[in-house]
Nanobody, 114 residues
């Protein structure tokens, strides 16, 4: 079973940037698609970005143009570059499979102050 460990979160002012990383204990290439999800307090977990075989990406409308998902298959790592952060981006961010969910990691907290 692939295990996922997210990192890179923190406290940032509105308009700032962060880059999240997700290290997988096994090959993410075999998973065939990865996503970044987030869960804000009192809200359901939502998918914000995905990347599938061929490098095709998709984004939630709320982050389109500001977030970029990428992978380094050689390092079994998925990244989420977040620019122009807004207070409403505050959440715990998780990575996981896109077509097939694995066990959730602990996530990484992103807090954006106004």
């Amino acid at each position: 079973q692939v295990q996922l460990v997210e990192s890179g979160g923190g406290l940032v002012q509105a308009g700032g940037s962060l880059r999240l990383s997700c290290a997988a204990s096994g090959s993410i290439f075999s998973i065939n698609g990865m996503g970044w999800y987030r869960q804000a307090p009192g809200k359901q977990r939502e998918l914000v970005a995905s990347i599938v075989s061929g490098g095709y990406t998709n984004y939630a409308d709320s982050v389109k143009g500001r977030f970029t998902i990428s992978t380094n298959n050689a390092k079994n790592t998925v990244y989420l570059k977040m620019n122009s952060l807004k207070p409403e981006d505050t959440a715990v961010y998780y990575c996981n499979g896109f077509y097939r969910l694995l066990a959730w990691g602990q996530g990484t907290q992103v807090t954006v102050s106004a």
